[in-house]
Each structure stands twice: as C-alpha cells, then as structure tokens.
C-alpha cells in the first residue's frame, strides 16, 4: 500500500521509522510519501495559513498549497483521500479494517484553527477523526491512523492471524494475558493457563473477554 502524507511537520513522521512500521517499509510493504505542504505555497515567504474571514481567534490552512500538493501527490485520482479531522467519522477496527483494502491513500493533516473548508471539498476529502477530543495537528491522528491499517496489511505483522483475537474483533476486549514467571510478588498465573488444556485455556480466555467487556465496555456487546 502506498500512504501520502500531506503536512506542514514532516519531520514528525521520522517516528515510523522505527518499529513495526519501520520494518514494514524496510519490506516494502508499505510506502510511506510523507510530502510538505509549504514545498507548494506560491506565496514569497512560503505561508500556508491565513486569518479567518469572519474574525476570530487563529490561522486557517490555505486552499493553495494543498490543492497543488493534492493534485501532485494524486495525479491519477486513485488514492482515498482522507483529512484527518475532529469532525470526522469516529474511527473504529470496522473502518481500518475496511481502509487497510484500499490500494493508495492520502492523508492530510490540519494545523492550527484547520483548512479552508473550500480546498476540502474541491479535493473530495472524507474526513475521520480519532476521538471526540482535539489534539493539535493531524500528523498524530495520521501516524495512529497508519499503524492501526498496517496491522492489518499482509507481511506486516508476524502472525497476522493474531489481528483475529485482539480487543474489538468480535465486539469484545481481548482477555487478560500473562507471561514468565509463574510467581511475581505473590501474584500467580491463573493455573488453567499452565495445564497445557488448550480447550480449557480457549473457553477460559472466552469467559473472561466477555467478562471484561460487560465490565468495562458493556457498549460494545
Ligand atoms: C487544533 S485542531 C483544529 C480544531 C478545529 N478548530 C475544530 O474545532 O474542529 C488542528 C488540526 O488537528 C487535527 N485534529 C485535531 N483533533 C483531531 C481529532 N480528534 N481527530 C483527527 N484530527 C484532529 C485536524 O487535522 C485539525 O485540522
């Protein structure tokens, strides 16, 4: 999959270099055009924000550079386009399971008081926020946005089948885990989980997802 990242931060992105998505690009799998919005402004001092027509507090994203950088980054027309956005679809697995199809997508992130609502829709922008709370810019919006799709990309992770048993697939939390030592500060590991009874272990882990659920995000049932 090829993601387009349209921002005015690009260094921010130098953070999925490491990890799992650095390895995902290192493989190919994923590739990463992190482009800067200002490279585009037509204006002498290279300004991509302006005041807001009808007053207020703040600067709002120009049309301009974005238009340009959007018709540079998807020439053909065949990325999904998508503003990261407080006003957005709230995104959820259902979505970046259904995002993580897609063959190309282009990402835009917003600063300051946000973008001129004209280049949005000149541009066809859908537009997906990452919760009911505002952060500063999209760039952490888009880089949550993109690990959570390359989980779900062949390759990428080292089981993908694992995607399957985590929190939300199936509507419930995934069940606790536990790992070496048995013992820690008197605390022991739930024993059906060392008896090797691989029926007993799925129906216990079953139990206590839905228990967890019921407590912790009955919604989601
Ligand atoms: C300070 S916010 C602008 C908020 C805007 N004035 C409003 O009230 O809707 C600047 C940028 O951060 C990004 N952003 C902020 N909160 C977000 C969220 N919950 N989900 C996705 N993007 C968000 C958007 O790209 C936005 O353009």
């Keep these: 999959m090829k993601i387009n990242v349209l921002t005015l931060f690009p260094k921010m992105f130098d953070a999925l270099k490491e ?3 650095g390895k ?8 990463l055009n992190v482009i800067n919005i200002r490279d585009f ?14 007053g207020g507090n ?5 049309c301009q550079p974005i ?10 027309k065949t990325c999904k386009r998508i503003y990261l ?10 979505e970046v ?25 000149l541009c066809q922008f859908s537009e997906i926020s990452i919760g009911d709370y505002i952060v500063s810019g999209g760039e952490i919006p888009a880089m949550v946005l993109i690990d959570a799709i390359a989980r779900y990309i062949p390759g990428v992770l080292h089981c993908l089948e694992s995607v399957n048993e985590e929190s939300f697939s199936d509507n419930l939390l995934e069940y606790p885990q536990y790992t070496k030592p048995v013992e820690f500060m008197g605390l022991i590991v739930p024993e059906v989980l060392v008896s090797g009874h691989h029926k007993k272990i799925q129906e216990w882990r079953k139990e206590q997802s839905i228990a967890l659920t019921k407590r912790q995000r009955p919604d989601l049932m």
């Design 19 to 21: 990890s799992l998505l």
């Design 24 to 31: 995902a690009q290192e493989k190919n799998l994923i590739e």
């Design 41 to 54: 402004s037509k204006d002498k001092h290279k300004k991509c924000d302006d005041t807001t027509f009808g």
């Design 58 to 62: 703040g600067m709002v994203m120009t």
């Design 67 to 76: 238009y340009d950088a959007v018709n540079f980054a998807d020439k053909d």
């Design 85 to 94: 956005s407080p006003k957005g679809k709230k995104l959820d697995q259902k």
């Design 97 to 121: 399971i259904k995002l993580s199809s897609e063959k190309d997508l282009l990402l835009l992130c917003g600063h300051y008081e946000g973008i001129d609502q004209r280049v949005l829709d």
